[in-house]
């Protein structure tokens, strides 16, 4: 996880947070990312509006849009915060690796998060810019988790010559259609172990 450094310089207005400029100060942060919280918890996604955050908040429009320049970044932000960091663990297997990465990533979803992140892809439906900032988001995660594919070619698990996203994919878009179809209960070991073979073994 990125870490931001505090400026020590930094101080208050009553009235208004001051920005310290493209670094953000964890301080006007905290605010900025409360505030977003909380008018998610009051009005749903749907009521989520910067003007409001920043008011809320004490900051100014100006810095919450150089640090988050659009809805869909500031509530993928949001989530972010509330979402336990999933590890992408090198257990020497890729079906470990991969069963750990699911087991890890359900246990998140099974509670308030799980329903916060349903609600952003819901919002991607009729929202430009939030599905813009989740496709950002899914490409990301996707990265990390093709890396691990990465991993077991270079053991010699898989075959050198297939994408490693591709199977990354397979394995998101998995636990995505668990998330959405409410089925985040059921056994995923089995689904694992097919992600996880080779074809040439």
């Not at 799980?114 to 430009?128: H, M, N």
């Not at 594919?149 to 490693?164: L, Y």
Request: hydrophobic share 35%.
């Amino acid at each position: 996880m990125t870490t931001e450094t505090e400026d020590p310089d930094h101080k208050e207005n009553k009235k208004t947070r001051h920005s310290i400029g493209a670094k953000k100060n964890p301080d006007t942060e905290t605010a900025i990312l409360d505030a977003a919280a909380d008018i998610i918890a009051e009005k749903g996604i749907g009521g989520l509006r910067m003007e409001a955050v920043a008011r809320k908040a004490k900051a100014g429009k100006a810095t919450l849009y150089r640090w988050w320049p659009s809805r869909g970044a500031l509530l993928l932000a949001v989530y972010q915060r509330k979402k336990p960091s999933v590890c992408y663990r090198d257990t020497g297997s890729l079906y470990d690796d991969f069963l750990h990465f699911a087991k890890d990533l359900i246990e998140i979803w099974q509670g308030e998060n799980g329903l916060f992140f349903k609600a952003i892809i819901a919002e991607s439906q009729s929202d430009p810019d939030v599905a813009e900032k989740l496709k950002d988001y899914h490409a990301e995660r996707l990265e990390a988790l093709a890396a691990v594919v990465t991993r077991a070619q270079q053991r010699g698990e898989i075959p050198q010559k297939e994408d490693p996203t591709t199977r990354a994919e397979l394995v998101i878009g998995l636990l995505w259609q668990r998330l959405l179809n409410n089925r985040l209960d059921e056994s995923i070991d089995e689904h694992i172990r097919m992600l996880a073979n080779s074809d040439e073994t």
